[in-house]
């Protein structure tokens, strides 16, 4: 193992342990806990952390129900809400079906953080939530996005992550939606 991934620290993830009786622990939009109520995160979700304000995990979700993204707290009255998860993600990379360098090179999209254990159609509605891309048009396949995908390197949905992909691999689709309408502006 070299260490020239720029001091990457790998993603903290947390497993959602509170609100078995409630069907989950509240997600607020925003860190103040009077902001906005979005709805539950189900209990045993695993989501990674995206930042830590106190007890306020700002997380984004990768396996379970509820909200994307969103604040939630880890611990209520001394009774644990989430903890912190000893699984080991992957990231791979969504590449801009749109826009490319000078060089004709796709631009780096967005980063996905994923579990081995996830299935290819968690990754898609992953990718979807954070692209605008609709679901129900994104044939998952082995392949770069912009590069023609052949036909036979198309992926079984429910194929895990762990079979599929690599740290740093791209993950890349057939769209038969229309990119122009349906992909959000990249995030900057």
């Given at each position: 193992e070299s260490n020239h991934n720029h001091g990457k620290m790998a993603t903290q993830l947390w497993e959602i342990v509170g609100g078995g009786a409630t069907?989950?622990?509240i997600v607020r939009a925003g860190e103040d806990t009077k902001s906005e109520a979005l709805n539950r995160i189900s209990t045993g979700a695993?989501?990674?952390?995206?930042?830590m304000k106190g007890n306020r995990l700002h997380y984004e979700k990768l396996t379970g129900t509820g909200p994307q993204t969103g604040w939630i707290s880890?611990?209520?009255?001394?009774?644990d809400l989430a903890v912190k998860s000893e699984k080991k993600s992957l990231t791979l990379d969504f590449m801009s079906p749109v826009e490319q360098d000078e060089d004709g090179v796709n631009l780096l999209y967005c980063k996905l953080t994923v579990l081995p254990e996830?299935?290819?159609?968690?990754?898609?509605l992953l990718c979807a939530a954070k692209s605008?891309?609709?679901p129900g048009a994104m044939i998952p396949a082995k392949?770069?996005?912009?590069?023609?995908?052949?036909?036979?390197s198309t992926l079984k949905e429910t194929q895990t992550v762990g079979e599929v992909y690599s740290d740093g691999d791209q993950f890349a689709f057939i769209y038969t939606g229309d990119f122009e309408k349906d992909l959000k502006p990249r995030p900057s």
């Open positions: 069907g989950g622990v695993v989501v990674a952390e995206l930042e880890t611990d209520l009255k001394g009774k996830m299935t290819v159609a968690e990754v898609k605008g891309c609709k392949g770069k996005m912009g590069e023609r995908i052949s036909e036979g």
